[in-house]
């Protein structure tokens, strides 16, 4: 094994080749979350629609609703709620008009009244019952929208698990393309630099706040240090520099969140230590865990969030593997 603070140039440039190849990959996913997040709402009102425009000009007879968690919310026919609604299982009936937006954490929505705002549904159903009208976008993450014959949708369907299905991490959908480019890099990674991997992977598991810390910190600071490169015309060259260390640096952080997850599950099913070869199962079957764990509603977000931030840290502070940072706490296997 050589030194941890020698330079290695095949792994520099590999680095940088992961980097330059997960470009495209973060571009269409900044689109694909762009345009989920801040989609505008395109209403298309049209003679063939049936509903009145005189309905929106009738008073509020009711707001401020509280966020419900459980039961059953009831908007009757001649009540007007002009709230925000955020409703965390349960049900929900709409038979008069909801003047607002509406969250809802799994549960089912039952709409034959009118809805003036967006639908946005993590793991739960919408259905549009004759006689219902939504003048609004509906955005479903894990979820089912079932329109019947006599339902007017005013906007747009957005199945963002669909999206997630093939843009890697976007929330809830299990991701296909996310484990055919994640795993073959992780064994491509671990089979030439298993060092680096090996000391990214300690970093993670022996340092996990100071890895969050470092990695959050970072995260803050370098949209606004790109931007100002990016203002710098001269600098543009070093921003793109900047850009690829940093796309390389979460690649690298991923594998080792992952090789380190994997191999948890291996020591929790067998009671066999980890050899060099099993580890190559321990790094797929730890992104296949990431994966699964991503897609859940909601909790998703935060555990895509925290292995993004951690393995970011955890690189950074081993300087991309090539030193170990700390005293270990046992034996490290390259």
């Known amino acids: 094994m050589r030194q941890a603070g020698q330079k290695n140039p095949l792994s520099w440039f590999l680095l940088v080749a992961v980097g330059t190849f997960l470009i ?21 009102a049209t003679a063939a629609h049936a509903v009145d425009l005189h309905e929106e000009a009738i008073k509020c007879t009711a707001s401020n609703h509280p966020p419900s968690f459980g039961g059953t919310v009831v908007v009757d026919r001649n009540t007007v709620l002009c709230s925000e609604l955020m409703v965390f299982g349960g049900m929900v009936m709409i038979h008069g008009q909801l003047r607002g937006n509406l ?62 299905l093939y ?5 809830p959908g299990f991701s296909i393309c996310y484990l055919l480019v994640m795993i073959p890099l992780s064994l491509l990674f671990l089979r030439f630099l298993p060092e680096h991997a090996t000391f ?20 803050l600071l370098a949209p606004a ?34 090789w380190s997850i994997g191999e948890q599950i291996m020591q929790a099913l067998t009671s066999r230590p980890v050899t060099r070869r099993s580890r190559y199962i321990a790094v797929a079957l730890g992104q296949v865990a990431l994966a699964i764990f991503c897609s859940l509603p909601v909790i998703g977000w935060f555990v895509s969030i925290g292995a993004s931030v951690i393995g970011l840290g955890a690189v950074l502070l081993s300087r991309f593997g090539t030193r170990l940072y700390g005293r270990p706490r046992q034996l490290l296997q390259m």
């Not at 993670?204 to 100071?210: L, P, T």
């Not at 931007?227 to 070093?238: C, F, G, K, N, Q």
């Open 24 to 44: 495209p990959a973060s571009l269409i996913l900044t689109i694909v979350t762009a345009s989920a997040f801040f989609s505008e709402v395109t209403p298309a």
């Open 225 to 258: 240090v790109l931007l100002l490169l990016l203002a710098l015309i001269v600098a543009i060259p070093v921003a793109l520099i900047v850009l690829i260390g940093l796309l390389a640096a979460w690649v690298t952080g991923i594998i080792a969140v992952g």
């Open 103 to 164: 969250l809802a954490f799994g549960g089912t929505i039952a709409i034959d009244g009118g809805v003036f705002g967006d639908i946005t549904v993590f793991g739960g159903s919408v259905t549009l019952q004759p006689g219902a009208y939504v003048r609004g976008s509906i955005h479903l993450y894990g979820g089912q929208e079932v329109k019947t014959p006599g339902a007017i949708l005013d906007g747009r369907l957005d199945d963002h698990s669909q999206h997630s």
């Open 167 to 171: 843009f890697g991490f976007q929330g």
């Open 200 to 219: 990214v992977r300690a970093t993670v598991e022996q340092h996990v706040r100071r890895s969050f810390l470092v990695g959050l910190l970072t995260c």
